[in-house]
């Protein structure tokens, strides 16, 4: 049974929307701008269920209203931080360069568990 949802209809938005979401463990540091946390937040959502990704710098600029140099400058904070990995890939023959993210678990980070979520 599918319901029509319409403005001003109360909904649940668990697990509804696809959209970049900041980790509450992460939006609560002080020590990383809040640009470097919505990029960490493009950096999950572009990873997906596979926990790393390959967005082009220009793409994130993109998404984040920067410049592909600010981009660069926030990937090196979270780098600095130890929140992410950085491998750089080169294939001359076929003209590739991508730079891979992968995520670093973190003394910050404090799971939440599914059944805490639950009322």
């Not at 926030?74 to 590739?96: A, Q, W």
Request: hydrophobic share 35%; aromatic share 10%.
């Amino acid at each position: 049974m599918t319901t029509t949802l319409r403005p001003g209809t109360v909904f649940n938005p668990h697990r509804k929307f696809q959209d970049p979401w900041i980790p509450r463990w992460l939006e609560e540091r002080h020590e990383v701008s809040e640009k470097a946390k919505k990029c960490y937040a493009y950096l999950i959502l572009f990873a997906g269920n596979k926990g790393q990704e390959r967005p082009s710098f220009n793409i994130l600029a993109e998404k984040l209203n920067v410049t592909r140099r600010h981009v660069i400058r926030l990937i090196c904070e979270l780098s600095e931080h130890r929140l992410i990995r950085v491998t750089h890939v080169n294939d001359p023959k076929h003209g590739y360069q991508a730079n891979i993210y992968q995520f670093l678990w973190h003394e910050w980070i404090h799971p939440v568990e599914d059944t805490q979520l639950k009322n």
